[in-house]
């Protein structure tokens, strides 16, 4: 755990294009350092770096303050981190991805932070780890990874966020709200936006609305981007499709009314889009 005075340790696991971003953000501040975990980027990442273009915040090598192949690596010299952020893909399917990052969670103050799309992802993380917080986390950003290290990121960067289950929390709240908004502002500071939401269940299936019909779509389609699949009009009208299955679905779990709203406007949002979202 980070001295008063010294950076902010940040353990981000799962570099691809979605982390990467989000680790450059916050390690351009002497605030913050930040080590990340790569897998099959490691020896590219490792040697030269990122080499990220971005529409938004410009073209750059980020060299992250440390490249690790493992979290036992990250923690080999005896590190404890302030955050452990995971943005892999969240595939339950395949077992419980949450012990991954346990040799990185020794102390109950470390916040875990998951940027991940998917509903309930969070359960196995707060089972494993009843005493620290958890940050529920939504991106909403357009980048890719077309060759290892090499990071193609379009004009936003964006995060919804909120604490996972707060009221049965066995940790001091408006503590680990404040360390939260502390990281955030660097984000912020840095052109990353962010807003905290009350129900970041609702949050989370109003992204599914989207990834749930897009990228089903793009699948089917032989794999179209967002303005190929909205020019086609079989194409439009199966995604609108989808996307009131989804919504209704949502709906019926979280018991709020206004997902149905997502439609159009994910509609409209994505005519806006070059790219596929993540």
């Known amino acids: 755990m980070s001295a008063p005075d010294s950076p902010t340790k940040v353990l ?16 351009v501040s002497s605030k913050i350092q930040v080590t ?8 590219t990442v490792k040697e030269n770096g990122f080499h990220i273009i971005s ?3 410009g073209d750059e090598v980020y060299r992250p303050h440390k490249v690790v192949r493992t979290i036992d690596e990250a923690v080999a010299d005896g590190d404890v981190y302030d955050f452990v952020i995971v943005c892999t893909k969240a ?22 932070m998951l940027i991940q799309n998917g ?18 986390t939504i991106a909403y950003i357009d980048a890719s990874q077309p060759t290892d290290g090499t990071i193609d990121h379009g004009n936003f960067a964006v995060l919804d966020m909120g604490l996972f289950s707060p009221t049965t929390a066995n940790y001091d709240v408006d503590s680990a709200m404040a360390r939260v908004k502390d990281l955030c502002q660097v984000w912020g500071d840095h052109g990353v936006v962010y807003k905290f939401s009350e129900d970041i269940q609702k949050a989370r299936w109003a992204k599914l609305v989207w990834n749930a019909s897009f990228n089903t779509a793009s699948v089917v389609s032989g794999g179209n981007d967002t303005q190929q699949m909205l020019a086609n009009p079989e194409c439009k009208a199966l995604i609108r499709s989808m996307m009131v299955e989804v919504y209704k679905a949502g709906e019926a779990v979280t018991g709020a009314s206004c997902l149905r709203s997502m439609v159009g406007l994910v509609l409209i949002r994505s005519s806006r889009t070059q790219r596929h979202v993540l």
């Open 12 to 27: 981000l696991v799962g570099a691809g294009a979605l982390g990467s971003v989000y680790a450059w953000r916050l390690d």
């Open 36 to 43: 990340t975990v790569c897998r099959s980027n490691y020896e």
């Open 55 to 57: 529409h938004a915040f």
């Open 91 to 112: 595939l339950p399917n395949l077992g419980d991805t949450s012990s991954i990052i346990a040799p990185a969670v020794r102390d109950p103050r470390t916040i875990i």
């Open 119 to 136: 509903i309930g992802i969070e359960d196995p993380y707060a089972a494993r780890y009843p005493n620290n917080p958890i940050v529920s």
